[in-house]
T-cell receptor, first 110, second 114 residues
Framework: AQRVTQPEKLLSVFKGAPVELKCNYS??????LFWYVQYSRQRLQLLLR??SRESIKGFTADLNKGETSFHLKKPFAQEEDSAMYYC????????????FGKGTRLSVIA | NAGVTQTPKFQVLKTGQSMTLQCAQD?????MYWYRQDPGMGLRLIYY???????DKGEVPNGYNVSRLNKREFSLRLESAAPSQTSVYFC?????????????FGPGTRLLVL
């Protein structure tokens, strides 16, 4: 069963426009949620985790338990944000590997 | 520190051939993982090793075997390669599976099976 959904395969926005990459999950309980990013010719790396409530490179993500969502947002997109973004929940038990979504490719147009 | 290293970077196989993908980490991590990345399918977990001496199946284990050789090394073997195994393979490691969720990825191995 699909546990994490990233509905957009590709998202194109203009530089300076707001961007929102959607992620919905279908776990019961309280999973931990992460966003990973893969820039061109670079390794996949952790962008942010919901438990830290942090802002990394201007990105934030709020866990909405009611909507079971963890959308990634940035108010003003930059060209260097162009990358592949993966939402990754971890089952509520905690002692299991991450499960990655299918990913959304963000393209920021100058 | 090199982090997570993978060899080879690129490989072409004929259907039925076998090969082993190597992965090593120098961060003293307990847990290691093998993923495959395919267009439109995202990252799918093949096998993982929560700690030295243990291995577990992931989402797509069929056609693969793994060996946790020691704490540093985790290899992935294709006994009889099939075209459906054409993919980019990523190895990753983390302190533990129950840690803070930070996984460190290798650069990937691009495999083409003809």
């Amino acid at each position: 069963a699909q546990r994490v959904t990233q509905p957009e395969k590709l998202l194109s926005v203009f530089k300076g426009a707001p961007v929102e990459l959607k992620c919905n999950y279908s776990y019961s309980g309280s999973p931990e949620l992460f966003w990973y990013v893969q820039y061109s010719r670079q390794r996949l790396q952790l962008l942010l985790r919901h438990i830290s409530r942090e802002s990394i490179k201007g990105f934030t993500a709020d866990l909405n338990k009611g909507e079971t969502s963890f959308h990634l947002k940035k108010p003003f997109a930059q060209e260097e944000d162009s990358a592949m973004y993966y939402c990754a929940p971890r089952l509520p038990s905690g002692n299991t590997p991450l499960v990655f979504g299918k990913g959304t490719r963000l393209s920021v147009i100058a | 520190n090199a982090g997570v290293t993978q060899t080879p970077k690129f490989q072409v196989l004929k259907t039925g051939q076998s090969m082993t993908l190597q992965c090593a980490q120098d961060m003293n991590h307990n847990s290691m993982y093998w993923y495959r990345q395919d267009p439109g399918m995202g990252l799918r977990l093949i096998y993982y090793s929560a700690s030295e001496g243990t291995t577990d199946k992931g989402e797509v284990p069929n056609g693969y075997n793994v060996s946790r050789l020691n704490k540093r090394e985790f290899s992935l073997r294709l006994e009889s390669a099939a075209p459906s195994q054409t993919s980019v393979y990523f190895c990753a490691s983390s302190h533990n599976t129950a840690g803070d969720g930070t996984q460190y990825f290798g650069p990937g191995t691009r495999l083409l099976v003809l």
